[in-house]
């Protein structure tokens, strides 16, 4: 899975700290007092919705972490377009491990799923238009390369990881530093090689562009000015559509000729997803 392979994730390290925050110092009392320490567990994890599926292999972490000798299967893959009813995992493991690592994996896939869904809906608005839809650092905190992963799975690209990887030069930036051009240029002195510019006038383009940027961030343009700004730029720098972005409003500014369009509440507002394990006869 490549939010583990290429972004650094530490998967043993959430899981156990998910699992910690869940167990307490006690533990599942519950599956303790009720469950014979060796009944096992046969279950199917399924959705009760049409999905883009996302996080299946941090799900059977969690899993494995309680029985490392869980037989897991899984059904389907991260990126699979599902529809309501469709099985994702069979496992068959100890019944108070399958138990207590219920909801910790299901949550997580509930999550990463919803935030893949709401992102494929986004992605399929815009196609054929050229325009590239973009996730922002609008995270939940703790979570931000596992959502960013769930956002590349549902077909977006990832903005920016930090605040580390690119600088992004906005209206309180600019107030501080005096004007457009002083705020360009002194990231420019600094020698950094990504300079994303937010302007949100069409009179603040040249001087940003005049200073160095690379990239050109548009913030909150209707689609007619938006065409006025790309027309302006002419291809020297990509520009980017943010702002006030929704499912009903993006193919409109998709079709101003823009570059790339960030949404915000793909992350944000991303509704989980409704997912369930239920015990099976084996």
């Not at 999905?51 to 494995?64: D, P």
């Not at 002083?182 to 200073?211: K, S």
């Amino acid at each position: 899975m490549s939010v583990i392979d290429q972004s650094g994730f530490d998967l043993d390290a959430f899981v156990a700290a998910t699992l910690a925050e869940d167990l307490g110092d006690l533990g599942d009392i519950t599956s303790a007092a009720v469950i014979p320490g060796d009944a096992r567990f046969t279950g199917l994890m399924d959705t009760r919705e049409p999905i883009v599926v996302a996080g299946l292999a941090i799900a059977e972490a969690f899993f494995r972490a309680l029985d490392p000798d869980v037989a897991i299967r899984r059904l389907v893959e991260d990126g699979d377009p599902v529809p309501a009813g469709t099985d994702l995992l069979r496992l068959e493991g100890a019944a108070r491990a399958m138990l207590t690592a219920e909801r910790s994996a299901l949550n997580t896939v509930q999550h990463l799923s919803g935030v893949a869904t709401l992102t494929r809906s986004y992605v399929d608005a815009i196609a054929g238009t050229g325009a590239i839809l973009l996730d922002t650092r609008k995270t939940i905190p703790g979570l931000r390369l596992l959502e960013k992963y769930a956002t590349r799975t549902g077909g977006a690209q990832n903005h920016r990881l930090g605040l580390w990887d690119a600088a992004m030069i906005k209206d309180n930036h600019v107030a501080v530093a005096g004007g457009v051009a002083e705020a360009v240029g002194r990231a420019v002195a600094a020698g950094i090689a990504r300079i994303i510019v937010e302007v949100d006038r069409l009179d603040q383009i040249e001087p940003a562009l005049g200073a160095g940027a690379t990239h050109l961030l548009l913030d909150n343009m209707t689609p007619a000015t938006l065409r006025e700004a790309v027309a302006m730029v002419d291809g020297r720098v990509p520009t980017e559509a943010s702002g006030g972005v929704r499912l009903d409003t993006i193919r409109a500014i998709a079709d101003s000729g823009i570059t790339y369009i960030s949404v915000g509440r793909l992350t944000q507002s991303a509704p989980a997803v409704d997912i369930g394990l239920d015990f099976v006869i084996a």
